[in-house]
């Protein structure tokens, strides 16, 4: 029985998409959801599975090229894979020498295509890999696995400077690799260019005193992750602040529609997120209604299945304002840039202990610089600084974020 494989049905906000990898050729054997083909959208990449036991008979799209909704990929021939006896019939050929051969080639028939391709990246041997898939066959996400562990060993192949030095001093060559932009990265340069050309974005900084969050943090850290089966981090109480603050100044929580301005009643904060693709921005809805730790989950969710590729569109549409935190990766201030039609960006930086006078004395505080990038063509800067004051304040005494004061 002959089946389509079809692209998935793209949302009204998504024109097309683009195929990105082939994991089969045709001819390949496949198992039933097993991984055949990624499409690649303006937002996430979709993967496609085969829908049975089979084969991949033709393949009609390539990589590169542009499909619409539900337009077809390739045809599927549904019935048993008959790659065993190929197997069987080559073990006996082999002589003793040629075990490793042997070993070899059963290994090709327990991996997946996505394990080998991700292990071929990272020029790891699949026979190092732990397997946990179905009649021990290696996944993607046992390579993975592999590689959160890697680095234990990488102190091992350091000590050979002379060795990495030689071959530019023989061969002079100055290399360059030309590789296309990516759908998603294409899309989010566009978004970010056109932010900058058609809104007028301004940036204003603040500071806050993290001891009190930092402290409160310490005190129930472990008290919390045993209530709630999650850790508490930072991010919750900025977003619990955030949405306070956006119910106290409306027009941060807009959105500009062609000459109309949408003030939201509702609060759906972004919290971007970077993946080896590019940046996404899950969205966290209605937070005025989560608590901390159900904010604390979500977040948890979410980056784990961005960083996996793993993120549905529905869940990446909408918003009404949005936080980045560069802090994560040593960032002490930048201008973050508008994520349209939003009207705000919060920015949240890294943390370092500073000396600040507190009652005509020195300390030592744990300070965290604010940007708040907004349009002024909605936001006025008063409302702007008395928006940012607001985080300030309600950080500086959490209590006030729970008390609603």
């Known amino acids: ?81 008959s790659v065993a006896p190929a197997a069987e019939t080559a073990a006996p050929a082999a002589t003793a020498p040629a075990a490793s ?101 301004l940036t204003t900084y603040n500071e806050v005193n993290m001891k009190p969050v930092m402290d409160l943090r310490k005190q129930y850290k472990d008290q919390f992750e045993k209530s709630h089966g999650v850790k508490l981090g930072f991010m919750s109480f900025f977003i619990k602040a955030a949405t306070e603050a956006l119910k106290r100044f409306p027009a941060v929580n807009a959105s500009i529609d062609g000459t109309d301005m949408v003030y939201h009643a509702y609060q759906d904060v972004g919290v971007a997120v970077s993946t080896e693709r590019g940046l996404v921005v899950p969205i966290l809805r209605d937070t005025d209604n989560m608590g901390l730790a159900e904010i604390e989950s979500t977040i948890s969710e979410y980056a784990g299945r961005a960083r996996d590729g793993k993120l549905g569109i529905e869940e990446m549409q909408g918003g009404t304002f949005t936080i980045t935190n560069g802090g994560v990766f040593g960032s002490l201030m930048s201008t973050p840039i508008l994520n349209p039609p939003q009207t705000a960006i919060l920015g949240m930086h890294k943390i370092q202990d500073r000396p600040m006078a507190v009652n005509g004395e020195v300390v030592i505080l744990p300070m965290m610089y604010l940007a708040l990038s907004y349009d002024h063509r909605m936001i006025d800067g008063k409302e702007a600084v008395q928006f940012l004051v607001t985080i300030k304040e309600l950080l500086e005494d959490p209590a006030r974020i729970l008390l609603d004061i």
């Open 1 to 81: 029985m002959t089946i389509e494989i079809k692209a998935p049905t793209f949302p009204e906000s998504v024109a097309d998409g683009t195929v990105a990898t082939w994991y089969k050729k045709p001819g390949d054997p496949v198992e039933r959801d097993e991984l055949i083909v990624d499409v690649e959208t303006d937002k996430v990449v979709l993967e496609i599975v085969a829908p049975a036991d089979g084969t991949i008979k033709s393949i009609a799209k390539d990589e590169g090229d542009v499909v619409l909704s539900e337009e077809v990929l390739g045809i599927f021939e549904a019935g048993e894979i």
């Open 101 to 201: 051969e042997e070993t070899e080639s059963s290994a090709e028939l327990l991996v997946n295509p996505a394990a080998r391709k991700l292990a071929e990246e990272n020029n790891i041997a699949l026979s190092a890999v732990a397997a946990s898939g179905k009649d021990g066959r290696v996944t993607k996400e046992d390579v993975l696995n592999h590689l959160k562990n890697a680095p234990k060993a990488a102190p091992a192949a350091a000590p050979a400077p002379a060795a990495s030095v030689a071959p530019v001093q023989q061969t002079g060559e100055r290399i360059e690799k030309r590789v296309p932009m990516t759908r998603l990265r294409a899309t989010i340069a566009k978004r970010l260019v056109s932010a900058q050309q058609n809104a007028a974005m």
